[in-house]
């Protein structure tokens, strides 16, 4: 790993925004999906297709949640925020 500067660009702070926008909107849209899904509303294909897209919604946001922690661990044990391989991250 290599230490990053504690200092963010607007590039890299313009970029966590839009991490955690994303982030903000799947979690809104599996609310959402949970919401139809309980009322018993949907058909059994509008079903399945909302299953899974909450699936992917949810390692989507697993993910995100992952690397937040990551990110915490390593400012909170070293003092320096390190960039790390998002890639190691195991989302299932």
């Known amino acids: ?42 058909s059994l294909d509008e079903s399945l297709k909302a299953f899974e897209r909450g699936v992917a919604l ?12 990551l990110k915490v661990q390593t400012l909170t044990q070293q003092g320096d925020l390190v960039d790390f391989d998002s890639g190691e991250i195991d989302d299932t």
């Open 58 to 69: 949810t390692r989507q946001c697993s993910t995100a949640l992952k690397e937040a922690e």
């Open 1 to 42: 790993m290599t230490k990053a500067k504690t200092e963010q660009n607007p590039d890299e702070s313009a970029n966590n925004l839009t991490q955690a926008t994303h982030f903000e909107a799947a979690l809104e849209e599996l609310e959402t999906l949970v919401a139809k899904m309980e009322s018993g509303d949907l």
